[in-house]
């Protein structure tokens, strides 16, 4: 792939997610993490339908709920619903969503713009996937938004629209608190920009991470046709809109416990020295943005570095070493 292609694709690639019945994206250039519904401040008054306040990393960013500006109906929140943190080039915000469903990379050519659109104007293009439609929210727009101060949430009740139970205020409260500790340790205004992201994941117990730069796609659950005569650790090949990608079960190719057999089969797509490769995994949790030191130290194996995030200890794996491995080729379809 030349520079120009692999810098129009990354601009391309997108964070997609459920609101209601519809299907939202953004860039991920512009997603800084995604966390589960933490717990939010509410003073008595807040304008431009913000749900609430949360200070993250030494901000106090605004939240909000995209149904309050295209006047769909707003149901009850919940703990499973996921939060979007969002950088434009001035201002940070968060985003609630119903569930996040992966990451694609949009071709442009299936992307029809929306005529007329203006710095108001939330929904900007549309994007044709699987028989579905994909709405392209122009955070530029809910930029714009967040700056006045003349469009009130009117005789809603914000604080009503979130969990009273006493486990449920537990739990976002916890999650309010650990992004609290994290505080100051990894961004600061200068680095909105940083390109250090990376998509996490669990093999068994352990958690690992691998840098969005090689992720081409993420899904939830896939379906994988095993290869007769293949190593074992070659999971199979599965057909991806009319490409056949190997599959490769992480576990049994870097020896680890084999842990227990789950029914969904998550996968990341990569790319790499010019291989795409889908990577079986566990469980696939957060996108985050790491700000490394200039002394982290590297190596040549499969394993990268490790690094501590929000408390976690995560183990990076090194895809060019991984997809540069021969043993991984199917070459009997």
Known sequence: MNSNNYIEQKKNTHLYFRVGGNKYAVNTDNVLEIMKLPELDYPQKLPNNIIGLLKYNNFVINVIDIRFYLNINVPQYNTNNELLIIKTDEIIFGVIADKVLGILPFDASKIDAIPFVDNKTLVESLYKYEQETIFIVNIYAIENLLKQHDMGTGDIDIPA?????????????????????????????????????????????????????????????????????????????????????????????????????????????????????????????????????????????YYLQELIYNGTLYTVLNVDKITSDKRIIVTDM
Not at 196 to 217: G, P, Q
């Open 161 to 301: 629209l979130f969990p009273q139970d006493e486990n449920s205020r537990s739990i976002m409260k916890k999650r309010t608190l650990a992004i609290a500790s994290k505080a100051g340790l990894k961004l600061a205004s200068g680095e909105l920009h940083a390109k250090n992201k990376y998509i996490s994941f669990n093999l068994s117990d352990d958690s690992y991470c691998i840098e969005l730069s090689y992720v081409k796609e993420v899904l939830k659950d896939t379906t994988i046709t095993h290869v007769p005569g293949t190593p074992d650790f070659i999971e199979g090949i599965m057909n991806l809109r009319g490409d056949y990608i190997t599959v490769l079960n992480l576990k049994k190719f870097l020896n680890l416990c084999p842990g227990k057999t789950l029914d969904k089969k998550p996968v990341i797509i990569v790319k790499c020295n010019e291989l795409k490769l889908a990577l079986l995994i566990d469980k696939i949790n957060e996108l985050f943005e790491f700000i490394e030191s200039d002394n982290v130290e590297t190596n040549d194996g």
